[in-house]
């Protein structure tokens, strides 16, 4: 039998830390972002610090990665010699990226499983960092396959947002409307619920106690769980996102990894310069 040679594919509001996507090849195809000048492709021609300092100007728009770039990235994998491919998606509830890809995936010579992660930003990267590190253990494409949708269905994010404005302006608000009050100062908590929507988990007046809220969340969700990975992820705010991941640590030492990396401009637009994500990924 021919031998598997697996690649992974995320797409650009995975959050994937840089220093992690470099160091196991994985393949990233971006969304679009639109200001009044140009389109941009997310991470590529456009960083989250560009982004973030031209937003207190002009909030811009998303979109799905373009047929030609998804085109492109499948070509590439090929010609680099793999014979399948992995491909986690930020949530179908949220963009049409996980239609995209998986449309043109029924046209590759390679065989792609693409797996829908209900999650957004680290959320769903947390999956693609999952299945590179089944990939090293040696498990085959339909272990990893099994492994890794198992895991996304066991697993959860978490964003902390200073402010609705931009998840209002976006279009996003979805359920999270109901609970608009900033001239109350009041700070959501917000995550995907099961088929990978926003809604809010938890609000609280003021930064300190939503804060302490946020983490509380997390310690719920971990539970008795033993084995599990943790991420942070941030927007326009690495102090706040540091003392968290101090906080994890700390509270976490049994946490097999705990990555950190910022958030993807793509997420960044719609969910606002200040946004701190925290993913759960359950291994057991």
């Known amino acids: 039998m021919k031998e598997e040679k697996i690649a992974i594919l995320v797409d650009s509001g ?39 300092e031209r937003m207190e100007t002009e909030i811009p728009t998303t979109a799905t990665p373009s047929g030609g770039s998804i085109q492109d990235i499948f070509e590439q994998i090929k010609a680099d010699g793999y014979t399948h491919v992995i491909s986690t998606t930020i949530s179908s509830g949220l963009s049409g990226t996980y239609n995209a890809i998986k449309t043109f995936a029924k046209t590759s010579p390679l065989k792609v499983e693409v797996i829908d992660t209900k999650s957004v930003g680290i959320g769903g990267g947390l ?35 200073p402010t609705l404005h931009y998840l209002q302006v976006g279009g996003r608000i979805g359920r999270v409307s109901g609970i608009m009050g900033n001239l109350l100062n009041i700070k959501p908590i917000i995550s995907c619920d099961e088929n990978g929507i926003y809604y809010p988990v938890a609000k609280a007046r003021g930064e300190k106690a939503a804060l302490k809220k946020f983490l509380s969340l997390v310690d719920d969700k971990i539970g008795e769980t033993e084995h599990f990975d943790l991420a942070v992820a941030y927007g326009n705010n690495k102090p706040l996102a540091e003392s968290m991941l101090k906080e994890l640590k700390e509270n976490y030492p049994n946490a097999e990894h705990i990555y950190f990396g910022d958030v993807s401009p793509a997420l960044g637009v719609h969910a606002g310069p200040g946004v701190i994500g925290i993913g759960i990924e359950v291994l057991d």
């Open 14 to 52: 995975a959050d994937i830390p840089k220093e992690f996507m470099e160091q196991e090849h994985i393949y990233m195809v971006p969304i679009l972002i639109t200001f009044s000048d140009t389109t941009y492709l997310d991470r590529i021609s456009i960083s989250p610090e560009e982004v973030y």
């Open 127 to 161: 999956a693609g960092i999952f299945a590179a590190n089944l990939i090293k253990e040696g498990n085959d494409f339909g272990e990893i396959v099994t492994k890794v949708q198992l895991a996304v269905d066991e697993s959860s994010v978490f964003f902390y947002l």
